[in-house]
């Protein structure tokens, strides 16, 4: 009789060990792959979002027509910027790892970029160039677009972002 050899506080412990160590691994493999964040910085103000619903591909491209919808979607999380600030983006490591881009009413960037934050002039963000007469027009609104990039065949993943031009 073994269970005789075993005092009952002894056992007792030992089975509530045994207990949370497989409640421990049951949650664990209950769980998903935590998604990668971006933030946007202006001032003091910051705000950090998860990818935009319908435009994560989950570590593979996003297809033509899903990058179509996801470059025409607007919304996400709202920040202020005032004249003369500075907008920071960041992303998470596991972002600059693969490359990202923003886009903001046109390209921002012209390359991707391995880094994990970058900063814009809130003036660069909020021009809008007209294509006819070549002259700068500024916006009260855009909506900022972080695009993680997969090897450089195209988006993986997009984050929205509404700026608005403080007054």
Sequence with gaps: MTAALISWGKGRRAAAAIGAVSLGLITLSACEKPTALATVTA??????????PGCDGDGKVLDK??????VTKKGGETITVRPGEKVRVGVDPSVAKSGWIVIGGGPVMREASKETYRSFDAETLFAKQDPQTGQTTYVKEITLQVAEMGAGEGPTTMWHFTLKQKD
């Design 43 to 52: 001032g003091t103000t910051t705000v950090t979002a998860e990818a935009t």
């Design 65 to 70: 027509k899903t990058i179509e919808t996801c």
